[in-house]
């Protein structure tokens, strides 16, 4: 508490609300089975309803799966999302794998017994779940971070990127045992950057995309420093390396995506299942005997 004994909260800056992760996939059919049969997600509506894209809404945030009909390396780190019930979203992936839904792919569920779970997609990239007060967060359900691997010794320029170029509160804390940054991208969201040894740093196949405050001086930026070529429609643009902001000097390479608060999807209401229908997501009280209704009994504990 402070001197008022008023709450305290994580600072937020010029980055004001992660929108969502965009994964290469290839193909809509595993897609489908997985996010909205297994973990229980809806697919957007009214956006990327054709065969080459796909929207999956979680909470106030979006996965974007567009169709590669090709393997795409994974990504090297991992998504975190808080969801109402894990114990539902394991019988679902069970009964998917008892069927041979996942066969001769990578997927694999872990719980740990402490309200989380790390799901190998069978796409090969993690996701982390976290259930609902387990960790804070807004919302019932939603992407609370993006964690990116990043090679020993970049953690620090990657701070000093987004506190110099985005206003944006950084968490020096050690994560894991290994040194790391958590950039505040919304209320009770982080991109984090994670120092660790891995094969590949290769992010080719995704993006993060985030609302920012300051989107023309920042852009005008970025076109003078050389990342972007200043492209932009719907108040957006991308940018594909973080450099430190002392010398020019490329730190690593990520594409994010960068959107005004005039863009169209700005705070757009999506359609949620888990039966949160309505807004601003009230968990039901007979959310025991819907899910029942749908599973078949759901185990306790």
Known sequence: MNANNAPEFPEIGGIVHLDHVNFQVPDQDMATMFFMNGLGLARDPFQRVDETNMGVNIGMEQLHLPRRDRATPPYPGEVGLVVPRIDVIRVRLERLARNGRFDGTP??????????ALVRSPFGFLVRLHEAGAVPFQRPLGIAYVETWVPPGTSAAISR???DVFRAPVDRRPFGGC?????????YQSWRFVERETDSYE????HVSFYTT????I????IGAGVTD????DHVYFFDRVFDPATGKTVFRVINEVRSLYHPDFRRPLANRWPIVDSPFRDPGDIEAELERELGEVPRG
């Open 214 to 217: 300051g989107y023309g001086a």
């Open 230 to 233: 200043g492209g932009t429609r």
């Open 107 to 116: 997927y694999s569920f872990a719980p740990d017994g402490e309200g989380r």
């Open 161 to 163: 990127f987004y506190e």
């Open 179 to 187: 040194a790391a940054v958590a950039v505040a991208a919304g209320p």
């Open 219 to 222: 852009r005008e930026r970025l």
């Open 203 to 206: 992010t080719h196949s995704m």
